[in-house]
């Protein structure tokens, strides 16, 4: 008997005035396994991962995690605090989401004070093995945000998300801001942690080929709405709708030139 997914969404709907961010929305996410919600800016993604998380309300629909519903906002402290065992988002700046006076190691015994009744040996062991999970070494790991690169500010986060230990992450454009080479280097990390721990992953971006090297299922919006849905490999090589086909057009190719170059400033005039 199939088990339950870890993570299902139903006909999931949210209003900004009359502007429609998303329309009936539904998918399911079963433990272990990467989906990706792809599309262009305003195609409505990054509200799905809002509304999932809890920093949005749907107006309709309902969000089952772990065999919870959680489609209305946590009724008390207890609540949230198991909400964010359940699942946590990772977003795309990191250094926004970090308090800079503080080290990374404080950063993430601060998530497990919070989440865990672990004594303060404990906690650095925890610390410790979430940094070595992550790639950061002793002196990154104590490092203040701003001493860090976008990579490692990246891999602290994870870290910091990791310390609930979660069912589900949610990477909202998480490796966008990032150069190819750490960018894959994150993603490695991340594939790894998933082998590792069983986490289900949900990976909102616009960029198709992270998410191929991610995901096992995607979700493809346009204006709010799903126009294609199956897994990512199908969905990539051979793209039904012309919205899908038109995203996979516009990634360049092997010897891809841009079609305008910058011309060299013209020297002054004397």
Not at 163 to 171: C, E, N, S
Not at 177 to 198: C, K
Not at 245 to 255: D, K, T, Y
Request: aromatic share 2%.
């Amino acid at each position: 008997m199939p088990e339950d997914p870890i993570l299902a969404v139903r006909g999931l709907r949210k209003q900004f005035g009359a502007h429609v961010a998303v329309d009936d929305l539904s998918f399911d996410l079963h433990r272990g396994r990467s989906l990706a919600v792809v599309g262009e800016s305003g195609s409505g993604k990054t509200t799905v991962a809002r509304m999932i998380v809890g920093l949005e309300r749907p107006a309709a629909g309902t969000i089952v995690a772990c065999g919870r519903d959680r489609s209305r906002p946590a009724r008390g402290g207890a609540e949230r605090k198991r909400r964010g065992r359940e699942v946590q988002i990772v977003f795309q700046d990191p250094y926004a989401s970090l308090d800079p006076r503080q080290s990374g190691a404080v950063l993430v015994d601060e998530v497990l004070r919070v989440h865990h009744d672990h004594d303060a040996a404990t906690r650095r062991r925890i610390t410790g093995e979430l940094a070595d999970l992550v790639g950061l070494d002793q002196r990154q790991i104590n490092a203040l945000p701003r001493d860090l690169s976008g990579g490692q500010r990246q891999r602290l986060a994870i870290a910091r998300a990791l310390a609930t230990d979660p069912r589900v992450l949610i990477l909202d454009e998480s490796v966008a801001a990032l150069d190819v080479s750490i960018q894959a280097q994150v993603l490695n990390v991340l594939a790894d942690i998933r082998d590792e721990r069983g986490i289900s992953y949900i990976l909102i971006s616009h960029d198709l080929a992270v998410v191929r090297q991610l995901t096992d299922d995607a979700v493809v919006m346009r204006k709010g709405a799903v126009v294609e849905h199956g897994p990512t490999g199908r969905l990539l090589d051979d793209p039904q709708h012309p919205y899908t086909r038109m995203l996979r057009a516009s990634v360049p190719g092997p010897g891809w030139k841009p079609a305008r170059t910058l011309r060299p400033a013209a020297p002054p005039s004397s």
